[in-house]
């Protein structure tokens, strides 16, 4: 397998009905990639995008993105994991390179949610038939796993309280974040309650966005740039589908295998990770994800917060750009906007974000209730 | 790069209105595919499939399928091109066993289009603003890309229907077919006009299906099968995304790149090529793509099926086992259906269809109105 790295990112800010359309943010943060990696042609272009079906009318939107770009007759495909369809494109593209396949690839994110109806399109992650059907939804299955965890353990009621704090905190100083506004735990504590016991300071939120890399092979990647980033591993793992088939549904199996995968191939410990980008789409998933991947024992993921070591500086500082909680979690663009974050990190351009002494970046994305999760590690 | 063959194939036949679920249609075709390479399991699934958003609600079905078949943990993800989307999921797993990533991968291909409204869903493989908004659908694009070519050549306008006669013709023998209705001259220009100039025997069917192939590295192929087929070449080209910003809308020119691509990889000419499933959805389409990779003189696709040169024992034979015209056109399912139906002829499995002395065999599949084109070639 050829090794792979990161050449080239663009963003652009995520924001609330955005003025352009999805092909046009498509295209620019194309354009906004290639012009930092110094190129002007690429082999693939593999997109991530959940919602366009439903939103845009759109069920070819790679081709549709390629040709708005001006890219003609390049690969352009789309690949899909619900909630985790950004990292599915990285790594289909980075399939792409690893096999030789391409010697240059594109995975772009993008999503446009602020208009329509996203929630019944969103719900569609679950199960039509046996979930979706009885009511319920990607909130409501969160819910359901924050009850069980609150029961089970023991948890106060502001128990996840520092999720949200510390995401904003790091959105402040992300021009590209949604949000720019602390939180406090009064503040978190006092707003509104969504579906119990998840509040919504607990929550993501709906909006538009997209983020992009570009990839190359390493042994060709200082050609394009001086600061290049490995991406040391990429892995998948599923679990039971649904939350009920779980023999122990607060260890989410799919997001322990795949890190497990992913860290074996990237040779890489638990206690090497210098950051960790969560999918803190929901503050219980970012703490179970915690716990499932070896970063806290079993119930007390959320301590982690509580004192504080999730912070900048803290031994495992997660969303350090804002997470998906307060930079916004634009489904199909998440996770390019958190590798972009993570390359950032990396090569120590992320400002007041900036980590000290960062080696290697640690990504996870969920895709509907951690039915799917993917695992990236990126170092330098 | 790692050479990959194909191990294993799994089809269930093309019917309207299946007893099964969508799930259950797939988890089956995984089975039988898995039972053919005499494996239990398998480390990554890659799902094509264009509709079930709309026609079952579902966001997530690579996931929910491998929870279906009992395949907890392995990878699962999707991967689309409009109706181009089974020969992505092909690329995709091909891609995953040649990097070295996986060693064992599915590429299944599922659709149940025989409930709801296929048809708007299939109509967003075109551009939603410029072409949906103003009345288009696949057929129309198609029934355009017709009227132009009799304008142009001054066709008969009896001068496709050797298409239909030749797909229904080697669909008589095929099991796995929707249709086993021989059609002649007559049946086919007294068959409905559809939207003028395209006639109801033009157009392949709304149906329901399933078809899974599985991958191994070529050096081990012969573990699993003493009937491996090799996969030669895997390539994907777009062109401008509408008809009419091409500068010359009768040269498929994504068919044309990405057959050149396929052929460079694969060290095949034209000439060498013993079958080539081609994507007759309509057959105008059929008809371009043969003049657009060099089988016919432009003008001349048309005279290639009336000379019965397209036939069994022809120079050029096409839907060898019934073609989308009459075995079907499952969408997500259909590129995966050809690539059985390729394997079965070269491995000379093909019954009354079976061509003499196979060697090569060539499948293109075509995404919206052939801006995006799928080819890949395969060998014994």
Redesign the interface.
Known sequence: ??EVSIVGIGMIPVRKQYEK?LREMGAQVIRIAMEDAGIDKVD?LIVGN?LS??L?????I???I??EAG????????????TATGA?AL??AY??V????ADTAIALGVEQMSIGQPTP?LA??????YE?AVGANLISRNADLMRLYINKYGMPENGLANFAINAHANAMHNSNALFHKEMTRESVMNSKIIHPPIRLMDCSPICDGAAAVILAPTDEARAYTSQPVHILA?????????VE?RVDPLML??AR?SAIRASRRANVNREDVSLFEVHDAFSIMACLLLESIGYARRGEGWRLAEEKRIFQGGDIPIATMGGLKARGHPIGATALYQTCEIVLQLTERAGKNQIADPKIGLLQSV??AA??VLTHIFGV
Chains 1, 2 share one sequence.
């Open positions: 397998m050829r359309s693939s959940m079906d439903e845009q009318g759109q069920k070819h790679a081709t549709l390629a040709d890219l003609i007759g390049i690969e352009a495909l789309q690949v899909r994991a619900a599915a790594r289909m399939l792409s690893a096999s030789g396949d399109a569609k992650a679950l199960d039509a038939k979706v990429s892995s998948v793992a599923t679990d039971r589908f649904r088939d199996a799919g295998l895709g509907g039915s799917t």
